[in-house]
């Protein structure tokens, strides 16, 4: 188990060799979502290296308490059918929304947004990077989710890739940016009416930092090296946020 800062192999830090036992942790200390990205497929296009390892998680916390949210290299129909099949949760794409909409729109058809999550991960000019955050697209972060909540997705993972793993705090300001365009605009179709639910991800390192995504109106939060570090209590961290979809 391994984390990252802003996508660079090259800052990869190894944590633990096994990243079932550290679920288990989470779920005794009272966590009751895990998001594990299969970085071998994200930034590799190399499902298989790891894919036992995920399907023996899927199986072990199956019915335990711990759902588990899986992203990284979720790029076809195939993909996602085997994960969600196994057991997970939540699936998240990326990638795919942009090569094939079409196979995105069947597979909201078919499981419903609370299932399927899309990821926008962007860069610092709120452009998003797709292909593992190597390929940048022409679109900024805030048009891509007002196109995507139209098309049928109501949960949105945002991941600032300059703050991702540093421990620098949240990029609050295009979060809040995000949060009022919808509590100020007048929308029409049923998903956009709710607004999107927002998933926060890069830089948080702290409590603190999360109480303040809490009084922005983000639903939920990803925390990992804060964890790893011993920034964050995970005990502590679990009681006071749960998650509550």
Excluded: C
Excluded at 126 to 153: C, M, P
Aim: no cysteine; net charge positive; proline share 2%.
């Amino acid at each position: 188990m391994v984390r990252v800062r802003q996508g660079d192999e090259a800052t990869a830090k190894v944590y633990s060799g096994n990243p079932s036992d550290t679920a288990t942790s989470f779920l005794e200390n009272g966590a009751t979502m895990a998001h594990i990205v299969d970085l071998n497929a994200a930034l590799h296009d190399d499902r298989d290296r790891n894919y036992t390892i995920i399907e023996a998680m899927l199986a072990k916390f199956k019915g335990s308490g711990l759902e588990l949210q899986l992203a990284g290299g979720i790029r076809s129909r195939e993909v996602t059918d085997r994960l969600l099949s196994k057991g997970a949760s939540r699936i998240v794409l990326s990638s795919l929304a942009y090569s094939d909409l079409n196979a995105v729109r069947q597979i909201l058809k078919d499981y419903g947004p609370r299932r399927i999550v899309l990821a926008l991960d962007y860069g610092t000019k709120g452009e998003v990077r797709t292909g593992g955050w190597k390929t940048g697209k022409s679109e900024h972060v805030r048009d891509a989710l007002s196109r995507f909540l139209y098309e049928g997705f109501s949960t949105f993972l945002l991941t600032s890739v300059a703050k991702d793993g540093m421990l620098q705090g949240p990029d609050l300001s295009t979060l809040s940016n995000v949060r009022n365009q919808y509590r100020s605009e007048k929308v029409s179709t049923q998903s956009a009416q709710r607004g999107p639910r927002l998933i926060a991800s890069g830089g948080i390192s702290s409590l603190k930092d999360l109480e303040d995504l809490e009084k922005l109106g983000v639903e939920e939060a990803i925390v990992g090296k804060a964890i790893y570090e011993g920034n964050i209590d995970p005990k502590l961290l679990f009681s006071k946020f749960r998650n509550s979809r």
